[in-house]
C-alpha cells in the first residue's frame, strides 16, 4: 500500500521553481497506479459534478445583468457572445448527463485527456465570460462600473473554486478568463478599467494557486478514503474467515442484551440456527444450556449478566455449559461499542483446553510408575494436617526404603525397576485397605523411597505391629522376567506432634529413624527417639574430621591374610583402610567409607590407599599379592587406570601381584565400560576380582563376559556353614558358587573364616583362599611386615602363634566383628536357620 504523500506546503523560494513543485504536488496523484487512474477518474467525476451549478450560476449571472442594464446599452454587439455562452453551457449540462446517467458502469475511467479537454472548454468559457464582461463595460454607466468588476471577480473566484478540484480545469478558467480581460483592459478605450490591468495577474496567480492546493487536499482526502475502505474490507475479510475456519466465533449484542450477530460456529456450537438466535437475549439462551443443579455454573452465568452491566471489558470468562449432552466450557471476551452501548466480542470452546488442564493436574498429584501419590500431593496432605494455621491433628510418618532397589535397577534394567516398583506400591495399598476412609495416604516419593501418612498417633507397639504387617506384605516375591525378587523394606517413623509440630521436623525425624533402621541391618521399623538427631549430628561431625584425616595422616592401611586352603600358605593379603581418629580411637572402614562415599572423598582417599597398599606390597616377597578394595563410586567417577598406572610406576610393585576387588554394583552401574576398563586393566597384568558375589543379582551371561580372576563368596554364606540348621544351605550355596566359578574358570576366596568347622567345610569343597580372624585379623603395616617375614622364615603356623600371643582388647568404642556390632545394638541373631531371615 502506497504511503500517501505529505501535505503541501509553501516553498522557501518562490518564484518558478516553487510555482513548478506546486503544480507538481497538485496533479501529482499518490498511491500505486492502479489507484493514481481511480483517483483521476474521481477528479473528473467531481469536477464534472459542478456543471450543472456552473451553468445555473451563469444563466442566473447573466439574466440580473441583462435586467440591470436594460434600456441602458445595446444588446445587439452582445448577443453572439450570449449565444456562444448558451450553446457552451448547453454542452457543459450535456456532458454532466451523459457522465452522470448514460455513461456505461464498466466504462473505462477518465484520465488526462478527458481533463485537459475539459480545461479546454472551461478556457473557453472564461473567455467568453471575460468578452461578454468588456462588451457591457464599453456601454455601462459609471455607477455600474463598481458593480460589474465586483460581479466578475466573485464570478471567476467562485467559478475557480467550483473547478479547482481538477487544476487544469480551475488554472483554465482562471486564465481564460484573466487573460482576456487583460488583453482587452489593454486594447480597449476603458480608461476607467485601467487600474485593475496590474492586479489582474496577481489575482489570477492567487486564484491559481488556491486551486492547486484545493486539488492538493481533495486528492489526500480521497486517498485516505481509499485506504480506510481496503482496511475495512480487508477487515471484513479477515472476519468473515475467521468466521468460516477458526475455532472461535464472533457475538455482538445491542444495547438491551439481545443477539445482533451471531457466527455460524456458534449456533452450530449451540446446536442452533444462527437465523433463529438474532434477537434472543445472550443470558437466557445459555441459561438454557447450564448443566442441572450445578450452582457454579449457574454462578458464571450470574456474574456474566453482571459484566455487561459494566463499562469495563470483558476478558476471558468461562462459563460451564451442557450442549448435547456434553458438557462444554466456553470463555468470552469483548467491550463495549462506543456510540449505541451494544458488546461486541469472541468466543471460545475450551473444553478440550480444560481437560488437560484437569490431566495435568491429576499428574502433578500421581505418580507416573505406581499409580499412589507423589511428593507434592503427600507434602500438600501433610501440610493440612501440620501447617494450615489451625490446631495440630495428630497424625503418623512412614518412610520406607526398598533394601534391594539398587540391585535389581543395575543388574535388570530400569524396566524391571519400574515393575517391582508398581509391585510394591500396589501392596503397600492394599495392606492398607482395612484403614481405607480414615484420610491415610500412601504416596511414593521418589527413587524407592514410599511413605505412608497415618490419621492420627498410632502407639510404638502399634507401628510395629503396622511395620510388621506391611514387610510380611512385600516379601511374597515378585516375579520379573523370570527371576525372583526377594523385597525387604527399612521403615522409620515418627509421630506428630509427639515428635514434631511441624511438617519439615516431622519428615526430618521420620528420616533419621529410617537411617538407623538402614544401619541397623535393614528390614526392620526403628521408630524415632531423640538419640538418633544426635547420632545425626556425630555423623556430621564425624565427617568433618574425616575431611582432615587425610592430610593429618590419621588414616592407615591393614592387611589381612589370605591363605591358601589348601596347603596353608600365605598367598597375600587384602588391603584394609583405618581411621585412627585423635578422640574417637580406630574407626573401621564400616563406619566412615559410606561418609566417604556420601561426600565424594572415596576418590581422593581411593586413589591414596591405591598408592600405599603397592608401596608396602613392594617389600613384601615376590609372590605374595596385595588387594584393594574399590568403591562403585570410585570406579564410576574416578580415572582408576591411571591411578594404578601411577602406583605401580612408583612403587615399581609387579602388575601382575596387584589385585583389584569391585562388587556387583560398580560392574553394573555401566556394563560395557566395566568390561572396557578391567580389560584394560588385565592387559597391563593387573588381577580383577568380584567382591561379595552372591548377594546381587547379576546373571550368568553377563558374568560370563566380564574378565575375571577371582570370586570372593560373602561372608553371609560362610558364617552359617557351621549353624546347626542353616548349615546344610549355606554348603549347598557356596558349593554353587564354587562349581560356577571352576566352570568360568576362576579361583575363589571365602571371607570372613572365624572357626575351624567353616575352614574344613571349604577346604572339603576345593575353594581356593580364605581369609578371616581363623588366620589373623587385619594388620597394621608393620605387623604385617613381620608376619610376612615370621611366615617366610618358619611357615604359617609360627606366624600366625606370634600374631595371636601379640593381639591385645582393642582400646575402642567400636565394634569390630559382626557379632560384637549384633550385641552391642541387642539385635537378634538373624542368620539363617530354616525359616526367615
Known sequence: MAEPLPPFALPARWPLAGFKRLIHAAWEVPGDPAEAVKLRDDQWRAVVGQLPASVVATAIAIALLLVALKGRIDLLPVAPTLMALVALNGFNFALWRHERHRRPPDAPPRGIRAGLLLALDLFAGGVLDAVLLLQVAQQAEPGLHAPLVATAAGAIAAAAWMFALLPA????????????????IALLPLPWMDGLLPLLPLYAIALCMAALLNARLFLLGRHAQHEAARDRLTVSLLLRDFEH??????????????????????????????????????LAVLAHQLPANNADAQQ????????????????????HLRVGGEDVWWTLSGRRLEGDGGWRGVGS?????RERERELLRLTDQDTVTGLANRHQF????????????PISPCTVLLLDLDCFKQVNDSLGHAAGDHLLAAVGERLHDSLAARRGNGDLVARLGADEFAVLLRGELSPEAMQRLGKQLRSALRVPVSIDGNEIDVRVSIGAACAPRHAQAADPL??????????????????LVLYEPALQQAAQDRLA????????????????????QIELATGKLRGFEALMRWRHPVRGLVPPAVFIPLAEDSGLIITIGAWALLIACRDAARWPGELRVAVNVSALQFERSPIELHVLEALERTGLPADRLEIELTESALLKDSQHAIDLLTRLRALGVRTALDDFGTGFSSLAYLRRLPLDQLKIDRAFIADL???????TARAIVAAIHDLAQALGLHTVAEGIETAEQHQVLTELGCSLGQGFLFAQALPRDATQAFVELAHRQGLGAAREAHLDSVNPPLTVWPSTRLQLRSLLQLPDTRFSGGEF
Open 169 to 184: 480545469v480551475a488554472i483554465g478558467w482562471v486564465l481564460g478568463a484573466c487573460g482576456t480581460l487583460a488583453v482587452g
Open 245 to 282: 475456519h477458526a475455532s472461535d466465533w464472533l457475538w455482538e449484542l445491542g444495547r438491551d442484551g439481545r443477539l445482533r450477530h451471531v457466527s455460524q460456529r456458534m449456533a452450530e456450537s449451540l446446536g442452533q440456527r444462527a437465523q433463529d438466535l438474532i434477537g434472543e437475549p445472550l
Open 300 to 319: 458464571r452465568l450470574d456474574r456474566l449478566g453482571d459484566a455487561l452491566l459494566a463499562t469495563e471489558p470483558l476478558s476471558d470468562h468461562a462459563l
Open 349 to 353: 470452546d475450551i473444553s478440550e483446553v
Open 379 to 390: 507434602h500438600r496432605r501433610l501440610a493440612l494436617y501440620l501447617g494450615g494455621g489451625g
Open 507 to 524: 519428615l526430618r525425624a521420620a528420616d533419621l529413624a529410617l537411617f538407623a533402621a538402614k544401619a541397623a541391618g535393614r528390614d526392620r
Open 542 to 561: 564425624l565427617l568433618a574430621d574425616l575431611r582432615l584425616a587425610l592430610d593429618a595422616d590419621q588414616l592407615e592401611m591393614h592387611y589381612q591374610p
Open 722 to 728: 557351621d549353624h546347626p540348621q542353616a548349615g546344610a
